[in-house]
């Protein structure tokens, strides 16, 4: 199991609620990932960074925001939660390819199972 | 449009049988594909990885193949266990980035009945 890690595992909040969703990886990688999944559906990539201070926005638009102020910590902030968040919310990490022709696998945190009232 | 199709959506098999899942996709310039696994409420677990050169890749009881001329792939479970109860999810990667984006099917539930 990859050494990345998600908290809290489970939120339940009500509307308007400001939530910061963390997420650590020791692995020393620089790119990072969040993604936003709901049940039966594809992964759909919200947030990344290439290292720090880097930060871009993903395919599907989202009204999180993210900060990289240290390598190992990526996390996203909802500045008033809505019902239309609740989801649930995948960080992952991954290293640069050894070589050219060779992949970068991400390595996926447990998640967190966002419910907004 | 770069996209990952799954078949079947759902599956149900008795413990100790064999199956297969499929993936089809249309992601290009074509860098990787892989089959990740993941546990209800957990994060995908990464079983195998296959470029373009590779065909067939095992890991125990997991095999996947790749077809990069029909652009298909498939995951053949062998003498499934009931850990094997999770969501199988096909993704390919592009090499047209930096980032080396990732395309993700929305899976196929796999259920192992006692």
């Known amino acids: 199991e990859a050494d990345i890690y998600q908290t809290p595992r489970y939120l339940v909040i009500g509307t308007g609620k400001k939530i910061t969703l963390e997420c650590s990886q020791t692995?020393?990688?620089?790119?990072m990932y969040w993604y936003q999944q709901d049940p039966g559906m594809e992964l759909h990539l919200i947030h990344y960074?290439?290292?720090?201070?880097?930060?871009e926005k993903g395919d599907l638009s989202s009204e999180s925001t993210v900060s990289r102020i240290r390598t190992e910590h990526f996390p996203l902030t909802l500045e008033s939660a809505r019902p239309s968040h609740t989801s649930q919310y995948l960080c992952?990490?991954?290293?640069?390819?050894?070589?050219?022709?060779?992949?970068?696998?991400?390595?996926f945190g447990p998640g967190t199972r966002l419910t907004v009232l | 449009k770069n996209q990952v199709e799954q078949s079947p959506q759902s599956l149900i098999i008795l413990e100790g049988k064999n199956c297969t899942l499929q993936?089809?996709?249309?992601?290009?310039?074509?860098?990787?594909l892989r089959w990740y696994k993941q546990d209800t409420g957990r994060g995908p677990v990464s079983l195998t990885i296959?470029?373009?050169?590779?065909n067939t890749k095992s890991n125990g009881r997991y095999t996947a193949t790749l077809d990069a001329d029909t652009k298909q792939s498939s995951l053949h479970i062998t003498a499934s266990q009931l850990s094997d109860s999770a969501s199988y999810i096909c993704?390919?990667?592009?090499?047209?980035?930096?980032?080396?984006?990732?395309?993700f099917g929305r899976g196929t539930q796999l259920t192992v009945w006692p």
């Open positions: 992952a990490s991954s290293a640069p390819p050894l070589s050219s022709g060779s992949y970068n696998e991400q390595f």
């Open positions: 692995m020393g990688h620089d790119k």
């Open positions: 960074s290439y290292g720090v201070n880097s930060t």
């Open positions: 993936c089809n996709y249309t992601v290009s310039p074509f860098s990787n």
């Open positions: 296959m470029t373009f050169s590779e």
């Open positions: 993704v390919v990667s592009d090499r047209g980035s930096t980032l080396g984006r990732l395309y």
